[in-house]
């Protein structure tokens, strides 16, 4: 995994911009702390840094091979086959990286490799002779990539920050993005940067540069299909479909481990990595006096501790369990705002943060088990009949209740901004003509889920485990299970009436049943008296600042309201109630002045 940047312009020579291009790549170091590289010419210019996972001294980026020049932040999954396929085009190679294959893809079969190419990543090609830039991102957008096209500059980055260091972009919000911040975040609308000028690639889009303008182009979209096999014929096909994509996903020059929280998806992948690496390093979190504390509820009804000792037992682990307490966890969160560019998801941030870079100190590479639950149907509001047939974003409700905290001075339709996000997904949703209203509904749930819900995850996963470092694959995310998954009926889904039923049916002899059966958990947050404490100490700090930015955005008796707020009314889902959304505002303030943002109405 790395980090990319870059900028092309047809008005002027770009050389005379060496000195940004090193700005931007600067910003990237902690995603890259390995290498770094620079291609500079009179037309555009591109910036690397390297986490060296695969052939770690000839993988070396900018990489050129005669008129084509490519910076790659990625993994590619199947790059054996691919690179004999492209053998016998003709094409040779030099090294072993992937990053050499996918330049040889586009080399040969220009931006249909993308039909092509199993992985994650986000890359950027310049042909230089037909003075062409082509950047693409992953069919399910688990790496990042922000543009921005103003004053006949067009850059690009991995991350907001690279893009503000390029001096070609300003640290601007307007209207619309306060709407992002108050009524989305931590999620964001999909293309969004939260900043005016900022936009991001898709997940499975690419874009291509010329004289002639920028072109957008969509080469991947979830679609229905009649789905023919039994409940066991899909189990079977599942089990395929997983136990390969995480042992494809164990390939590493670098020191590899496993996420485990001893939930069913990341003690699957450990399992399963078990069996394919001796002495495999797993990675477990928990909080200080956190059995003393926990208080079980629907959506988090136990807590990880004894499921993670059977799981380390039943496949033999060297386990690893970092147990973070709350001032980690506060002092953290501002830390965090510096990883994502943005207001996150608080303490499940900030937690994520300081466990990642505990990994970091065994482990270059970890896989993790997201985005099991979006197209497995994992979560209560999947199953949850009245919350499923509820109008809106199943995790975010409370739009009245956020709206209330914005600043009169803005002129927002909170309502109607959000039902637009809401429609446009459930408008783009695929389905076969003559399927029952629940299929209807769950073709529904998922695209939901997965293009708004997993995208929080996907951002939150990227960016606090790169700002250590450390890269994270995320097996469940591979787009076979993904297309698969999406033509197989809810009834075959929940198997047997459990939710996740058919994974759990599929992989029943990778677990003990302690583990195969126990009820849906979520990443684990802590329930400690003194969290909430000290994010209401904190507060009551801010408030008493009269240069106190988050007041340009945020009505301050709402603030002074949530230090008394008993309700627990969620911001975010399960994760993100009273406590979370003091903290949210605390990083909203850290924000602001992190990035001296500019607010225009």
Request: hydrophobic share 35%; proline share 4%.
């Amino acid at each position: 995994m790395c980090g990319i940047a870059g900028f092309l312009s047809f008005r002027e020579d770009v050389r005379g911009f060496a000195d940004r291009l090193t700005a931007m790549q600067s910003t990237l170091e902690r995603r890259g702390p390995d290498q770094k590289g620079q291609y500079l010419d009179e037309r555009v210019g591109l910036a690397h840094r390297r986490l060296a996972v695969i052939d770690v001294e000839n993988g070396r980026q900018p990489m050129t091979y005669g008129r084509y020049t490519i910076v790659y932040n990625g993994e590619l999954y199947n790059t054996a086959e691919l690179r004999y396929r492209l053998r016998e085009c003709g094409q040779t190679f030099y090294t072993t990286s992937d990053t050499e294959v996918v330049l040889k893809a586009y080399i040969e079969w220009q931006g249909d490799c993308l039909y092509m190419l199993n992985g994650i990543f986000a890359f950027a090609i310049w042909d230089s002779y037909r003075k062409r830039l082509f950047l693409a991102r992953d069919r399910m957008g688990v790496k990042p990539l922000f543009y921005s096209c103003k004053n006949g500059i067009f850059t690009f980055g991995s991350e907001i920050k690279t893009l503000l260091a390029s001096g070609f972009v300003k640290p601007v919000i307007d209207t619309n993005g306060v709407a992002e911040l108050m009524l989305i975040g931590p999620g964001r609308s999909g293309g969004s940067g939260v900043f005016r000028d900022i936009e991001e690639v898709k997940p499975g889009y690419c874009l291509e540069i010329s004289e002639d303008g920028l072109l957008t182009k969509r080469y991947w979209k979830l679609l229905d299909a009649p789905h023919n096999e039994s409940a066991g014929e899909t189990a079977e096909h599942v089990r395929y479909l997983v136990t390969d994509s995480i042992k494809r996903q164990l390939v590493s020059d670098v020191p590899i481990g496993t996420f485990l929280s001893g939930g069913l998806d990341s003690s699957i992948i450990s399992s399963v990595a078990s069996r394919e690496i001796n002495n495999l390093k797993t990675f477990s979190v928990t909080y200080k006096d956190q059995k003393e504390h926990f208080k079980a509820g629907k959506f988090q009804p136990t807590t990880d501790d004894d499921y993670i000792g059977i799981m380390q037992k039943y496949i033999g682990a060297d386990c690893k369990v970092v147990t973070l307490d709350t001032p980690a966890l506060v002092e953290g969160l501002f830390e965090a705002v510096e990883a994502r560019d943005l207001p996150g998801m608080a303490d499940v941030d900030s937690s994520l943060l300081q466990f990642c870079k505990e990994i970091k100190k065994d482990v270059t590479v970890a896989l993790s088990g997201e985005c099991a639950d979006e197209i497995f149907g994992g979560y209560p509001w999947y199953r949850d009949k009245e919350i499923r047939e509820r109008y809106g974003f199943p995790w975010a409700q409370t739009t009245d209740y956020r709206a209330g905290f914005i600043s009169d001075e803005f002129k927002i339709n909170a309502a109607e901004y959000v039902a637009s996000k809401y429609e446009s997904t459930i408008s783009d949703t695929d389905k076969m003509a003559g399927i029952s209203p629940l299929e209807s509904r769950m073709k529904e749930m998922m695209r939901l889920n997965i293009d708004w819900f997993m995208q929080t995850l996907l951002d939150r996963k990227d960016r606090m485990s790169m700002y250590s470092g450390l890269e994270v694959r995320v097996p469940f995310c591979d787009h076979r299970i993904v297309e698969y998954l999406y033509t197989v009926p809810w009834e075959i889904k929940e198997y047997m009436g459990r939710e996740k039923g058919i994974l759990r049916e599929a992989m029943k002899d990778y677990l003990p049943d302690e583990v195969l059966y126990r009820k849906k958990s979520p990443y684990p947050k802590t329930h400690n008296p003194s969290y909430r404490d000290a994010v209401s100490k904190k507060l009551s700090e801010l408030l008493l600042k009269k240069d106190a930015r988050i007041f340009d955005i945020v009505k301050k008796e709402k603030l002074q309201k949530l230090l008394t707020d008993d309700s627990l009314t969620p911001w975010y889902g399960q994760l993100m109630t009273t406590p979370q959304t003091m903290a949210y505002m605390l990083q909203l303030e850290c924000f602001l002045r992190l990035y001296n943002v500019q607010i225009i109405n």
